[in-house]
């Protein structure tokens, strides 16, 4: 396991410390990442396959996308590694009411070896929004996502730092 995914792990797990045992409704926080490489296509969504943590069960392995349950400051951390000789450009995607906006991406390219790459964003999200991560869709370019069971990564998490419950000043409703 990466010190990134340990960390990421670690850091949205101190965030839900409850003295009874119990998940609350207000805790929401996932780690997934890709277990074997991965070719994906310009415009695909990556689709992360083992799930460390879904507190909260909003992300879907099956689709690749976070559904928001519940109003808030989310942090986004999204992490990469391109196959040898390849290239590495996903973009994270933030839907909301309908509406697909870019955030921000992760782009890595290597010759002779493998390339690491990270970013991550904080992020107003309403119920019912969207994440996902999918590769950029520039000039017909693939990305080759290193994945392996025993040292997973390529991950993306998300997890809720403060619960929002009406309009913050100096923060947009689209959460910029």
Known sequence: MSISIIISI??????FAST???TRENEVAFTAGLS???TVM?????????VFTNIGN???PSTGIFTCPQDGLYVVQMHAAAQANSYVWLELYHKENGVDTYVDSVYGHTQGDTAAMGNNAIIRM?????LYMKCADYDGWESYLLGDPSRILTTFSVYLISPVFMDVQGIPSNGR
Request: aromatic content about 10%.
């Open 20 to 22: 009874d045992g119990q």
């Open 42 to 50: 310009p415009g695909v969504l990556v689709k992360y396959d083992h």
């Open 10 to 15: 670690v850091c949205a797990l101190s965030f």
């Open 126 to 130: 309403r119920k019912g929004d969207q």
């Open 36 to 38: 074997s490489n991965m």
């Open 58 to 60: 909003a992300y879907d």
